[in-house]
């Protein structure tokens, strides 16, 4: 009875007001940040012209949208930018779920936090420094692969920066060590967010470590991995840039492999900077996201409302 | 099942070894890199055993201390302020976000993500934080646009609140009398901490490592942050390298140590973050137990 | 292909009007610091007022009899943008100029110096939020065809007549011709070497030890028996290698033909009846591209060109190279030698030419969101004929940041050098007349008059004069940057075999419109000859 009652109090228009004026800051500033530049969108849809400035700019259908769609390279640079992110998605699962699953597993303190540290450090090197580091890895003349490791073991030096069919694997590398550290943090958090007491009754029951980790740690870290994934799926079309940008050096040779839709929009507008070009690469990107989203948030909640992004 | 354990945590142990070891390693090389001298570098490329040490790189830098201090100073101001305000509206948002009775509440969610999706562009932003909010050369030009909030940290942020805070505990403390407020700073909060040291990390991070609302809306030197200002430094100076000075002295500039100048720099920007780090760990242990507080 | 230097900036603008922000922040600076250093060019044909220009004496009385006087003008702010390095002097400079302009033209002055990699991105933005600006550097490497076209710029053929009569008097009509968009004067070129020869640049003490004959090179060909006895005799020393990293030896150093703006379609030797090519598809490309890959495969060249860190400069410091190829104009050994730290000596391997690039690759504009068009140009008129306020804006205050020896030569104080000297932009070239610019101390005394000869004598491209608007192909030139960007590195680096390859990357380009960007470009060709008779 008493539930009841609190129940109505609860759902009363005033417990929501106070809910709505918290959101009031962030929304306010979504509404800034975000939707008033939105406008910026028909830019994609206009021959932007400065005297007329962006409302006033004639109207010119898709013509903006055209080099995406030109040549052969739109059927790689597409599918590059999938498959790239299709494997990112797949090892960003699994490879920080472990490392926090283990990190979380640490019983002395100061190691755990080591190791925590050590791990979050590629995410703070700048990509243009990550290039560096990778080029001294591979370069021809100065290689540590080539001058030190791949002689140790009897193989021959491979001219890295213009072999396309290795780039694939370096960069998938190369973003798993930059995001591993930084994902596996988030994960902890939610790890260490969980209910000791779930533990302790697993315990009880008489439950491994290993049963705990897949019986409580997995199902409990889900809806954040779940969330996780789903933010990726949205971005799926666009990719880091620095990455497929600075890491390779910009070789023209690598392009097959290398070129996603970030880099060739980069490239394509290098000489013409124009703004209404560039938008439509922003709409392009965001309308297939949209889209991917939509089906997957939807699959989501099919299987559990709980666990949807909305 | 003693024995058991203990392999478990050597096993656990020689993972991370072997990548800690995969982090660890190039961040040395960057840093044995920024003390090697430079001619040794181009002769025989990076080296965890350089042929020679130097200082040159930063003895640089030590040239411009006074712009880089202040820079510093700068920088921590951002850092500080943006963390603290972004981190409050963050959770201020993901807190209704995540209450499954909120009224409208998958409509908001969806608000906030579809900023992820969809991109005005530069020059839109730029017009709306220039003319209609003239924050250019200010330091709120440094801290607001972009940064301030991000919706992939509200989504996270709400995703934590869903999960580890269970409702009945918050319905109870709604029956007990508090306020929906009361129960958010009181109750949800502290049991938030590691989400809120997570997120606060992050935009640590974003902040001190932030070139570019600095690039746009500053072109006051006395605003320039540490990434703008290292940057420029850098930039500047790959011009002056491959320009042909008017001027006699240009020899001189080809003896500035380009490369190990950028590992320097690189240094010098992390290090600080390394050392605020261990303040957000803090947070990294379990705060307190629902039980705690249902007692 | 001049255009390359510059994309990586341009691009910048496009890379984050995209969302494209995780762009690392050095991403550009090994092309896009190398857009002021192209400007060291800039085409000839003058005719009179340049000799007396060329002592600085010129006419350094302020405005002219159609201006007003100071008194009669409300006191303005004006605001200036190019690209250069922060100043920490620059206040003090101001307050300098301040006391000059408001003598002169009631003003007081707003310098805004913009990094050179964040130069397009941030005067495109400037430009199209419409911020208050009095003075902008244009340049045809960022557009300025296509920005003039759309209405960024105020016309200036008025204000010339009416303010400018110092500007008629140092520029000439044909340098001016190469900022006219439609007809129509949107800016004025900076007074600095406005042509250009292609030579390669070789280290003087190998070159003596091994008794090279540098009076027997005459064109790349004959580069191939001096890069043997390199090679031969000095097995670490690189023969050839680019002048800046991550780009070919041509970049920059070879590209014998007039550029037409940038992008696919040239005009090959300076002429060609006025016919545009596809460069790429010339023989005399291929050609270039067979010695390459020879010079290659012979371990003339290194072997990871395209993706190298270092520029010419220093690895011929550091002892690893022999060779680069350059653009040169008179001085450049000398030049060459300072910044190496050894003697170099350079062959030449083309005649001396102007082209419209070379012109108006950096000139003065005033944008259409100028308050006061009118004091700009008074403004812009003194940087071309003041003397004292052009050198205080090129090299701060004198005692300072530098000190004379003589009346015309300075030279640094004691204690100072380039790396912290308070307040010097080295950017001569882009502040108006650069003859006006003192003499460095190391410089040669007679450097303007030489080269204003240079510009006199140098032989103009056919099409000088010539601006090329992109915007009807706009989606060819978008989609073939990528083609050439994956090719071109490759083959002209010697890396890739052109037999193979050269077919494919033509092949590429002509799927990706390159006969469309060349049809328009000559039908624009066409119609401006047209205007020439």
């Keep these: 009875m008493k539930l009841l009652a609190a129940g109505k109090r609860l759902r009363s228009p005033r417990r929501y007001a106070a809910l709505g004026l918290m959101m009031v800051p962030g929304l306010l500033y979504l509404l800034i940040n975000n939707y008033l530049p939105m406008f910026g969108v028909i830019i994609a849809f206009k021959d932007f012209n400065y005297t007329k400035g962006i409302f006033g700019s004639d109207w010119i259908g898709f013509k903006n949208f055209e080099y995406l769609f030109k040549t ?91 072999e396309p069919r290795y780039w694939p694997y370096i960069l998938t590398a190369v973003h798993i060590w930059i995001s591993a550290g930084s994902l596996s943090v988030i994960y902890l958090a939610s790890i260490i967010g969980i209910d000791p007491e779930y533990y302790e009754a697993a315990m009880i029951d008489g439950a491994g470590k290993w049963q705990q980790i897949r019986r409580i740690t997995i199902p409990l870290l889900a809806p954040v991995i779940t969330i996780m994934t789903l933010l990726q799926i949205g971005r799926i079309f666009y990719s880091d840039f620095g990455l497929f940008y600075q890491v390779p050096l910009n070789a023209g040779a690598l392009q097959s492999t290398t070129n996603v839709i970030d880099t060739y929009v980069y490239r394509a507008l290098m000489t013409l900077g124009d703004v209404g070009m560039s938008s439509a690469a922003g709409v392009y990107q965001s309308l297939v996201g949209f889209v991917l989203v939509l089906v997957s948030n939807f699959v989501v909640r099919k299987l559990n409302k709980d666990h949807a992004l909305f | ?256 140590p380009r490369e190990t100048v950028r590992m320097a720099m690189a240094v010098i920007g992390i290090v600080p973050i390394l050392i605020a780090y261990p303040f957000f760990q803090r947070y990294f242990v379990k705060g307190l137990t629902i039980g705690a507080i249902k007692g | 292909m001049l255009k390359k230097r510059n994309a990586a900036q341009a691009g910048l603008a496009v890379l984050l009007a995209s969302g494209m922000l995780l762009a690392g922040c050095g991403a550009n600076n090994a ?149 006219k968009v439609n007809g129509q004067l949107y800016a004025v070129p900076t007074i600095k070497d406005m042509a250009q020869y292609y030579g390669i640049m070789m280290r003087k003490d190998l070159v003596d030890k091994y008794h090279i004959d540098v009076t027997k090179i005459k064109t790349l060909d004959d580069l191939t028996a001096v890069f ?129 690039d070379m012109i108006n690759n950096s000139m003065w504009a005033i944008p259409k969101s100028s308050g006061d068009p009118d004091r700009a140009m008074m403004l812009m008129n003194l940087l071309y004929s003041d003397k004292e306020l052009f050198n205080l804006l090129a090299w701060g205050i004198e005692g300072k940041d530098y000190v004379k020896k003589s009346d015309n030569v300075i030279d640094f104080p004691e204690g100072i050098d380039i790396t912290n000297v308070g307040y010097n932009f080295n950017l001569s070239y882009l502040f108006g007349n650069q003859f006006l610019s003192y003499n460095w101390a190391a410089e040669d005394p007679d450097i303007w008059k030489k080269i204003d000869a240079f510009n006199k004598n140098a032989t103009p491209s056919k099409a000088l004069g010539f601006t090329f608007d992109v915007t009807n192909v706009k989606t060819e030139i978008a989609a073939a940057s990528n083609v050439v960007n994956e090719f071109s590195i490759g083959l002209e680096t010697g890396t890739l075999d052109p037999k193979e390859v050269l077919p494919k990357f033509i092949a590429k380009l002509k799927a990706a419109g390159a006969d469309k960007i060349v049809a328009e470009k000559q039908k624009q060709l066409d119609e401006w000859a047209k205007t020439q008779q």
């Excluded at chain 2, 001619?39 to 640089?60: M, N």
């Excluded at chain 2, 305000?85 to 409208?104: E, Q, V």
């Excluded at chain 2, 607001?144 to 918050?170: C, D, E, H, K, Q």
């Design chain 2, 1 to 256: 099942m003693k024995t058991n354990n203990s392999i478990g945590q050597w096993f656990v142990h020689l993972v991370l070894l072997v990548i800690s070891a995969c982090c660890l390693l190039p961040f040395l090389l960057l840093f044995i890199t920024s003390i090697t001298d430079e001619q040794s570098i181009i002769r025989h490329g990076y080296s965890f055993f350089p042929e020679t040490f130097s200082l040159a790189a930063y003895q640089y830098l030590w040239h411009d201390i006074g712009r880089i201090l202040h820079a510093y100073g700068i920088t921590i101001a951002i850092t500080l302020i943006g963390t603290a305000a972004g981190l409050i509206i963050t959770a201020l948002l993901a807190y209704p976000l995540s209450r499954k009775d909120m009224p409208l509440g998958r409509f908001w969610s969806f608000v906030v993500f579809f900023t992820m999706l969809l991109n005005g562009g530069l020059v839109p932003q730029y017009l709306v934080y220039t003319q209609l909010f003239e924050l250019k050369n200010t330091l709120l030009g440094l801290i607001v646009p972009g940064l301030l909030m991000n919706a992939f940290y509200v989504m996270m942020m709400r995703t934590f609140f869903a999960t580890s805070i269970p409702f009945p505990v918050i319905e109870s403390a709604n029956i007990d009398g508090a306020g929906e407020f009361r129960t958010f700073v009181q109750i949800v909060l502290p049991l938030s901490m590691p989400i809120l040291a997570t997120v606060g990390l992050f935009q640590t991070i974003h902040y001190w490592n932030d070139w570019f609302n600095g690039m746009l809306y500053i072109t006051d030197s006395k605003l320039f942050s540490l990434q703008n200002l290292l940057n420029r430094i850098l930039l500047d100076f790959d011009f002056l390298t491959s320009s042909n000075f008017a001027g006699g002295n240009a020899a001189e500039l080809t003896d500035v």
């Design chain 1, 72 to 162: 052969s390279d739109a059927l790689l640079i597409t599918r590059n930018t999938i498959l790239y992110n299709a494997a990112f998605i797949c090892l960003n699962l699994i490879v920080p779920t472990g490392v926090a699953i283990m990190l979380n597993e640490v019983r002395k303190r100061w190691l755990s936090r080591m190791y925590q540290t050590v791990i979050l450090l590629p995410y703070l090197i700048s990509m243009v420094i990550v290039g560096y580091l990778v080029y001294a890895m591979l370069s021809a003349d100065t290689g540590f692969l080539g001058r030190t490791i791949l002689p140790m073991l009897g193989l021959p030096d491979i001219s890295w920066y213009s």
């Design chain 3, 228 to 356: 043997q006895t390199i090679k031969g005799n000095e097995p670490d020393v690189t023969p050839l290698v680019a002048k800046n990293p991550g780009t070919s030896p041509f970049y920059a150093g070879y590209l014998p033909f007039d550029p037409l703006g940038g992008s696919i379609g040239v005009l090959p030797d300076y002429d060609n009846g006025l016919k545009v090519a596809d460069w790429y598809e010339t023989p005399q490309y291929a050609a270039e591209l067979d010695l390459m890959h020879g010079w290659y495969q012979a371990g003339y060249l290194p072997k990871d060109a395209a993706t190298s860190k270092q520029s010419g400069n220093e690895l011929l410091k550091a002892g690893k190279a022999f060779a680069i190829l350059g653009n040169l104009k008179p001085g450049s050994d000398a030049e060459a030698s300072r910044v190496v730290g050894q003697e170099m000596v350079s062959a030449r391997l083309t005649a001396d030419h102007a082209t419209s």
């Design chain 3, 31 to 179: 092309d896009g610091s190398n857009n002021a250093g192209g400007a060291n060019n800039a085409a000839n044909e003058n005719t009179a007022g340049n000799a007396q220009n060329a002592d600085g004496s010129s006419s350094s009385n302020a405005a002219t009899a159609s201006a007003p006087s100071a008194s009669d003008l409300k006191p303005y702010e004006l605001k200036i943008a190019f690209w250069g390095d922060d100043q920490k002097d620059l206040p003090e400079v101001e307050e300098a100029m301040n006391n000059i302009l408001k003598a002169k033209i009631n003003a007081t002055i707003k310098v805004m110096p913009i990094a050179r990699s964040q130069w397009a991105q941030q005067s495109n933005l400037m430009l199209t939020s419409g911020e208050k600006m009095d003075l902008i550097i244009g340049s045809t490497l960022t557009n300025f065809p296509s920005q003039a076209a759309n209405g960024v710029y105020a016309p200036l053929d008025d204000l010339l007549a009416k303010y400018g009569s110092d500007i008629q008097a140092v520029v000439t009509p044909a340098q001016l011709s190469t900022a």
